[in-house]
């Protein structure tokens, strides 16, 4: 089992800068693929970036690349999002994912919200 807790959500101005955080704990050892995903209401959810734990190939979408960055502590107990030049289209419910072979597993989301 792997658990996932983000944080570090809230609310930011147009062009300002936020760090999420997703603490991983249990068989992290198991964890090949980690990633954040986006959701809002009535839509899909969507890939954000992705990041592979062995080697750190980084994956992005169009709409954050150059903008976001994903990252790992050394230990690999915590995942990271940099936000930085964010547009009132980057609202929306932030989700940790971590992939292991037998299954997917979810965090249950931060809120970030774009506004002056």
């Known amino acids: 089992q792997v658990q996932l807790e983000e944080s570090g959500g809230g609310l930011v101005q147009p062009g300002g800068s936020l760090r999420l955080s997703c603490a991983v704990s249990?068989?992290?050892?198991?964890?090949?693929?980690m990633a954040w995903y986006r959701q809002t209401p009535g839509q899909e959810r969507d890939l954000v970036a992705s990041i592979l734990t062995a080697g750190g190939t980084s994956n992005y979408a169009d709409s954050v690349r150059g903008r976001f960055t994903i990252s790992r502590d050394g230990a690999g107990t915590t995942l990271f999002l940099q936000m930085t030049s964010v547009e009132p289209e980057d609202t929306a419910v932030y989700y940790c994912?971590?992939?292991?072979?037998?299954?997917?597993?979810w965090g249950q989301g931060t809120q970030v919200t774009v506004s002056s």
């Open positions: 994912n971590a992939d292991t072979f037998v299954r997917r597993y």
């Open positions: 249990g068989n992290t050892f198991e964890i090949y693929d």
